[in-house]
């Protein structure tokens, strides 16, 4: 998997990270989004998520991000190791 | 009056999430408290957004996702509900919600609106969340903006622009309801 770079706020690093664990993967868009989230299921029917490099309430936008990876209809099951 | 987080959902069409600047579209256009998504075929904006009252709070962030371009199709939760979904909003037990539904509990529980003769019937939401608040099995302030996300779906349908002085006309009117009731 390409290296990303971290999201400078915790939080919404770890729900990256969880987004990850999930199958999700990570590209690089330009402008205010610091990255695009692309869920399991990658073609056009897939979940695409924004994330904001300075979202106006940095833990809002961390549990925003980790309700909409909960509603995607496409994910993987989690593995049972929890070695976050 | 208090500024609080009011968190919604905005379901949306007519921007493509291919083109290179389809977030900074929402961003630019204020939509920073939104976390955007493409889901199912249909943009989905999550907000937490601070305001004065629920129906400013959906009011400016359906200006906001317009002026981004962006059509606006409807505001989530879904105004329609199985008794699952009434059960996780309340915080009642799905068994309690069965018993309230037939009748073994209370009598007056609202009648489904849609699929009633159905196996799986929906209630609108807004109704139940009057209910349960009668009940005291709700907040004022849940019953309230289960009536916002309401109304803003039937304005929004009739093409109502601006949302924000009809919305909150129809829901000064609808606490004196509430306060009277």
Known sequence: MAKRPSHPNEEIEAAVSHAEALGWSWSKVGGHAWGRLLCPHHDRDGCVLFVWSTPRNPENHARQLLRQIARCPHAKQEDDGEDL | ?181
Request: with cysteine.
């Open chain 2, 1 to 181: 009056m208090m500024v609080k987080t009011y968190e919604f959902s905005i379901v949306a069409s007519g921007l493509s999430s291919a083109v290179e600047d389809f977030a900074d579209q929402f961003f630019d256009a204020g939509c920073d408290d939104a976390a955007v998504a493409f889901q199912k075929g249909h943009i989905v904006l999550d907000f937490a957004r601070e305001a004065e009252s629920i129906g400013d709070a959906i009011a400016s962030a359906v200006a906001a996702v317009e002026a981004a371009g962006a059509k606006v199709e409807r505001i989530e939760p879904d105004p329609l509900v199985n008794l699952s979904d009434i059960a996780a909003r309340c915080g009642l037990t799905r068994a309690a919600l069965t018993q309230y539904a037939k009748g073994q509990r209370s009598r007056d529980f609202p009648a489904p609106s849609v699929r009633v003769t159905s196996d799986s019937p929906l209630w609108d939401w807004a109704t139940v969340a009057r209910w349960l608040y009668a009940q005291r099995k709700l907040s004022r302030e849940a019953a309230v903006e289960a009536e916002a996300v309401r109304l803003a779906n039937t304005a929004l349908a009739a093409g109502d622009r601006p949302l924000a002085a009809p919305l909150a006309q129809r829901l000064r009117a609808y606490e004196q309801t509430l306060e009277a009731a």
